[in-house]
């Protein structure tokens, strides 16, 4: 980036699509990695003092407040005599940290944009000295921020031009339009701030990031839709809180009296970074008993779902903020791969049930596993590493043929075992042999009585359908096996 804040780029069709900072790039403030470049290069002296610290803490929970905006106006009186060339040594020196920092969600929407043609822009009050670096490493086509006026080589205390903030940013955003003769009616803006409304009312498609409480209002108000770019799209926070961390919290013995779990190779589940997690499939209870799992661990889930769970009133709604990705394995759609695969570079954890669907009749109770080849695929395409997850008992908590689970079992409940397993990748060349050896390591997690083939009661084959009843067909094959194989259970 040149050190004009409106310069000639390469022209894109498609508009521009214009992106605010701090809070919204970043989940905070960009001010102690900045500061924090200063201090290397001798520009501020001292560490970082108890009252700046706090202000910082204070801004990332609530955002931009007139207060803080008047301080940062003054930095440009307290750079005055400032050489230009160190602000530039700092600027480089704090493009990496800020880079890291950039939310995953919000590089796939600049991805999307790039994809498609738009110029994009970092609209901020941060100095285009010092953000320059950072905007470049990212892969903005231009930068549009205040600019502290010059004497020489050194910065003489003033702002020249706009102080981009508040309408002084959307009257900058409308000039650098004009200029390079961008349709705004095309553009897209994004921002966390309610002093940054002038900005997303100048644009087609306004869009409010993380907003703060005055943002949400306006955006409500006028129906911009509301987004967060540390979680998947359609995924609500509700004061800085996701749905699914909230039912973690509750994710204890103590809420689920009816059942008695029993958790091993919680360690085996990362803390951080993506990976796939894969789970044999019995109980209606096993995405709960997952999610209790996880809880243990801290980790929210991405689960892949059938579409009927997502296509069913106010529990279709909480699947998907709860992030879950919809399925529908009758239309062959790439969609639910792509958005896991999303959610994989995103650093996030997905879940999904190789098998598909809860086996029934004798399938149910056979001792080899089979799988679909989704997970072997979404691990090969991304290099995530596969953990598996063995679930034992969720059966007896809600089988297939009950509507709901049992509850009311609160003195003898039935014992529920989650066992993790260590984590691995899958080779990638045959999507047949790695589902197989995804399968095996589900299997080896359960208990021995898994691996006994036996022939099951007519009773228990009765769980195992929808409707509670065994297929005439079914029943008559039960009969045949049990007469060839007297005295065998």
Same mark, same amino acid.
């Given at each position: ?121 970092? %609209? ?58 961008? /349709? ?20 087609? !498609? ?8 005055? +943002? ?66 019995? =109980?209606?209870?096993?995405?709960? %008993? ?138 990638? /060349? ?8 995804? +399968? ?10 898994? !691996?006994?083939?036996?022939?099951? =009661? ?21 009969? !045949? ?9």
């Amino acid at each position: 980036m040149n050190e004009e804040t409106v310069r000639p780029i390469r022209r894109r069709s498609g508009g521009a699509a214009f992106f605010d900072l701090d809070r919204t790039l970043l989940l905070g403030a960009s001010g102690p990695i900045l500061g924090e470049a200063l201090r290397r290069v001798g520009l501020i002296r001292g560490d970082a003092s108890i009252v700046e610290n706090a202000a910082f803490r204070f801004f990332d929970l609530v955002g931009e407040t007139l207060p803080s905006m008047f301080l940062a106006r003054q930095g440009a009186r307290a750079a005055s005599g400032w050489p230009v060339d160190l602000v530039r040594e700092a600027a480089e020196s704090a493009a990496a940290p800020l880079a890291e920092r950039v939310l995953p969600y919000a590089q796939q929407v600049l991805d999307e944009h790039r994809s498609e043609g738009r110029s994009l822009v970092l %609209a901020t009050t941060t100095p285009v000295d010092l953000i320059g670096p950072f905007a470049e490493l990212v892969g903005f086509d231009d930068v549009v921020a205040t600019r502290y006026g010059r004497r020489g080589d050194r910065y003489d205390g003033t702002i020249d031009g706009e102080f981009v903030w508040g309408k002084g940013k959307s009257r900058s955003v409308a000039e650098w339009a004009s200029v390079q003769g961008v /349709d705004l009616d095309e553009s897209y803006a994004y921002s966390d701030s309610y002093y940054d409304v002038p900005l997303l009312s100048i644009v087609g !498609h306004p869009r409010a990031v993380n907003p703060d409480p005055r +943002m949400l209002a306006i955006a409500t108000l006028r129906r911009w839709p509301v987004i967060h770019f540390d979680l998947p799209a359609g995924v609500p926070k509700f004061a800085g809180v996701e749905p699914q961390q909230v039912l973690q919290f509750l994710a204890r013995p103590q809420t689920f009296p009816w059942v008695r779990f029993h958790v091993e190779g919680v360690e085996h589940i990362p803390r951080h970074g993506p990976a796939v997690l894969v789970a044999n499939h019995r =109980s209606y209870f096993d995405v709960l %008993a997952v999610g209790y799992l996880l809880a243990q661990r801290g980790r929210p889930v991405r689960f892949l779902g059938k579409k009927e769970v997502f296509d069913a009133p106010v529990v279709g709604d909480l699947a998907t903020a709860l992030g879950g990705i919809r399925v529908d394995r009758g239309t062959g759609s790439e969609e639910p791969l792509r958005l896991a695969r999303e959610a994989i570079s995103a650093g996030e954890l997905v879940a999904l049930m190789p098998q598909g669907t809860i086996p029934r009749g004798p399938a149910f109770f056979d001792p080899v596993l089979t799988g679909r080849w989704g997970a072997a695929r979404l691990a090969s395409d991304t290099g995530a590493p596969v953990v598996p997850v063995g679930l034992w008992g969720t059966e007896a908590v809600w089988p297939r043929s009950s509507k709901l689970p049992n509850v009311t079992n609160l003195w003898n409940p039935p014992h529920v075992t989650l066992r993790a397993g260590e984590g691995f990748r899958v080779d990638g /060349d045959d999507l047949q042999a790695d589902t197989e050896r995804i +399968m095996r390591a589900i299997s080896e997690l359960l208990p021995a009585e898994a !691996h006994l083939p036996r022939i099951p =009661s007519e009773d228990e084959l009765a769980r195992t359908y929808p409707d509670g009843r065994v297929p005439d067909d079914v029943r008559a094959a039960g009969e !045949h096996e049990s007469a060839r194989r007297p005295g065998f259970d």
